[in-house]
């Protein structure tokens, strides 16, 4: 009897095992193959070649995915954004002069896999005019609230030949969710005459948790101080008195005048003063970055004292 109880056990072990091998197994098949398409067609802005792309993400039921995707130029990390209910992203990004193969990447989610598009060959002609392009590596970020993340913006030079005097490029962003944001270092890069490399910018994105903003020294507590009351709900009596007696007798206006003067200084000094309260209770707490995927635009501007050169382009992020 004591033999078979025994390789009873045994076998609800290697039955548990098994399970728990399997699990992957069942949460891999239960997730969808997906299919991503391209298109994209050029147009011209200034002598300055654009790209209008629009990528379309289908599971393979045919139902919409969901979260970013990545635009690669011959693999490199050109822009990203996120997909909207339809599981559509329409992005626009300006191109360097010649030839280019982009790609759509889906980077997937728990339901979906990723998959990567068929490559768009295009070209972009040369420029006449001095001119610059924006791009982002990695083009796609995902953070759980409360942490930071790192990008680098290139700015890359068109026609550096052309500049009589150094162009400085202004980078900015746009877009960000709520409690969170962006910060570039440098904020100004600088294209001199005749380069052609291009110049970058360290991008931190900050996003926030829920939490309490802490104050050294302090134990937030929130009880009604009884002294307060009793300072407050007398004097408070107290000049009502004052103001009604003060039409009739002249020497008690000006008391009450006083009185008014030694009320406010009170209240100063109580849990009614935002500074009191701020230093025995503690800040509020802070609210989190809302969870979801969004497009943040990254902007780039140069100015010749005349016109304005303005480009930009698309950052997927992802907020858990």
Not at 65 to 89: F, H, M, R
Not at 214 to 227: F, I, K, M, R
Not at 268 to 281: D, E, L, S
Request: aromatic share 4%.
């Amino acid at each position: 009897m004591r033999g078979f109880n025994c390789r009873a056990v045994r076998l609800d072990r290697f039955a548990a095992l098994g399970m728990a091998l399997a699990m992957p197994a069942l949460a891999a098949a239960s997730t969808q193959a997906t299919q991503t398409r391209i298109t994209a067609e050029t147009r011209d802005q200034s002598g300055h070649t654009q790209a209008a792309l629009s990528i379309n993400v289908a599971g393979e039921d045919g139902l919409p995915a969901s979260g970013t995707i990545t635009i690669e130029d011959e693999g490199k990390p050109l822009a990203g954004a996120a997909l909207n209910a339809d599981g559509i992203a329409q992005v626009t990004i300006g191109l360097v002069p010649g030839p280019h193969s982009l790609r759509a990447v889906y980077a997937g989610d728990t339901v979906h896999k990723s998959s990567t598009s068929e490559a768009a060959a295009l070209n972009a002609l040369a420029s006449s005019t001095p001119d610059f392009a924006i791009s982002v590596s990695p083009a796609s970020l995902s953070l759980t609230a409360g942490q930071t993340g790192n990008i680098t913006a290139s700015v890359t030079p068109v026609n550096a030949a052309a500049l009589t005097a150094p162009m400085f490029v202004t980078l900015s962003c746009s877009g960000m969710p709520d409690q969170s944001s962006c910060t570039f270092t440098p904020e100004n890069v600088e294209i001199l005459p005749n380069a052609t490399a291009a110049t970058t910018s360290s991008l931190v994105i900050t996003t926030q948790a829920t939490g309490t903003r802490g104050h050294a020294g302090v134990v937030p507590h929130h009880e009604a101080n009884p002294v307060a009351w009793a300072v407050l709900l007398p004097g408070a009596f107290s000049l009502a008195g004052l103001a009604f007696a003060a039409r009739r007798r002249r020497w008690l206006s000006r008391l009450s005048l006083v009185a008014l003067v030694g009320f406010v200084t009170v209240l100063g000094a109580t849990a009614c003063a935002p500074r009191y309260n701020y230093f025995n209770h503690g800040p509020t707490s802070n609210l989190p970055t809302p969870p979801g995927s969004y497009t943040v635009t990254i902007d780039a501007q140069s100015s010749n004292g005349v016109t304005a050169t303005t480009h930009t382009t698309p950052l997927a992020l992802t907020v858990k």
